[in-house]
């Protein structure tokens, strides 16, 4: 910093440096900012997260639907399963045909999502790969 003394006998002279002190102070109220929020913006964890595609599903007889309604039951295409046990035994039977049948899971709106993953893990430990979700198609506006 610089500082302007006047000597004595000298009329007072105009002072034609530049007081950066108020441009220190804000520079590091920022720089104190920055260093606070870029460990919040920045992600520790490096994800590739999912783009939103529309794919129509190819309808096959081999396809497997179940359906979720809000109450948690599962039907398998349109037929009630009665319990998870029972459904766990009818993917493991799917399971080992060539080639294996996809799951599409149908879950209403309103179910929990408990009851969902309980499907998606059954089909886990049945042994099938492809998993789809069935959703409505999203509405464009006109």
């Not at 007072?12 to 102070?25: A, C, G, H, Q, W």
């Not at 497997?64 to 109450?71: E, G, M, P, Q, Y």
Request: proline share 7%.
């Amino acid at each position: 910093m610089s500082f302007t003394f006047a000597v004595e006998g000298e009329e007072d002279e105009v002072v034609s440096s530049i007081n950066t002190t108020p441009l220190v102070d804000v520079m590091l109220v920022l720089l104190i900012i920055f260093l606070i929020t870029i460990p919040v913006v920045v992600q520790t964890v490096k994800v590739q997260l999912p783009r939103e595609a529309n794919v129509p599903t190819q309808t096959k007889p081999e396809n497997i639907v179940v359906s979720i309604n809000r109450d948690g039951e599962i039907f398998w295409d349109q037929v009630l399963v009665p319990d998870m046990q029972r459904l766990l035994q009818r993917l493991k039977t799917e399971a080992v045909k060539v080639p294996q049948p996809e799951v599409h899971i149908r879950g209403d709106t309103e179910a929990r999502y408990e009851f969902v993953g309980k499907v998606v893990f059954a089909c886990q430990r049945a042994g099938i790969i492809k998993v789809g979700f069935i959703t409505e198609p999203p509405v464009r506006g006109g």
